[in-house]
């Protein structure tokens, strides 16, 4: 079984900043090839931090893209909904009046729950 690979705010900033960087190497639809992901992981070794230092392979590094892009839409989303609060520290600040279509969303939205009472997940 593989170990879960853990990301320091530091190592998912360099992973951001290099992305954003190289924007224009993704192809159609933003994708990036795997001939890419494996310099991604390469330049994000030397910034990987010792305490929690996990392998950051090209797939790892992927697959850490990927998530980071479903949290990112799924709080855009959250904040478009009509009624409820956002707040970075606070997620949705779901309250009893707002608590049963909270319930219904999640229903529908799976990803959304972590974000009823927080805002920014870290280290995912």
Not at 27 to 48: E, I, K, M, R, Y
Not at 95 to 104: C, L, N, V
């Amino acid at each position: 079984m593989t170990e879960k690979a853990v990301w320091t705010d530091e190592e998912e900033g360099v992973l951001v900043q290099y992305l954003f960087d190289h924007k224009s190497e993704a192809g159609d639809g933003g994708n990036f090839t795997t001939s890419f992901w494996t310099v991604v992981a390469a330049h994000l070794h030397p910034h990987l931090v010792t305490s929690v230092r996990s392998i950051k392979t090209s797939a790892v590094c992927k697959s850490k893209w990927t998530n980071m892009c479903k949290t990112c839409h799924t709080i855009c989303n959250l904040q478009k909904v009509s009624g409820w609060t956002w707040s970075d520290e606070g997620g949705c600040c779901i309250t009893e009046d707002t608590r049963a279509s909270w319930d219904a969303y999640v229903a529908k939205h799976p990803l959304a729950k972590p974000f009823r009472k927080h805002g920014k997940l870290t280290n995912q």
